[in-house]
């Protein structure tokens, strides 16, 4: 597993990739990103996740860290409807990019990343 914490892009995601990887998961950041010009050095868009949880050469992502705090003036509720639609454009696949549900929990070691432990909106 490995967890992004807060994160923007970076060329150092290919190194992970390389000396790390593959991963089952990743947990990746999907809120509080715009606007860019000054949340881009420091959270990643949705889109942006799906691209990171990919390089390291994760099998599946959770989206977190989002839609708690009005941190920045997006829409807190979209992240998790980027982030899915991203998966399935990107090739990761929606089925692989989880987002829980605010205050979910889920059984990693029974595999529990099916529905309905995930937000579909």
């Known amino acids: 597993m490995w967890f992004s914490g807060d994160t923007a892009s970076g060329p150092v995601l290919d190194e992970i990739g390389k000396r790390a990887g593959p991963f089952d998961l ?3 950041a999907i809120g509080a990103y715009e606007p860019r010009k000054l949340m881009k050095g420091a959270h990643v868009t949705p889109e942006e996740a799906v691209e990171l949880a990919m390089k390291v050469g994760a099998r599946a992502a959770i989206g977190m860290h ?3 705090i009005a941190l920045t003036p997006e829409n807190p509720f979209e992240a998790p409807i980027k982030f899915r639609k991203a998966a ?3 090739g990761l696949g929606a089925e692989k990019a989880v987002v829980m549900k605010i205050g ?5 070691a029974a595999g529990d990343l099916t529905p309905p432990h995930l937000v579909q909106r």
Do not use: D, I, R, S
């Not at 979910?104 to 990693?108: G, Y």
């Open 66 to 68: 989002w839609g708690t």
């Open 88 to 90: 399935e454009k990107l």
């Open 104 to 108: 979910e929990t889920v059984n990693l």
């Open 26 to 28: 990743a947990l990746v």
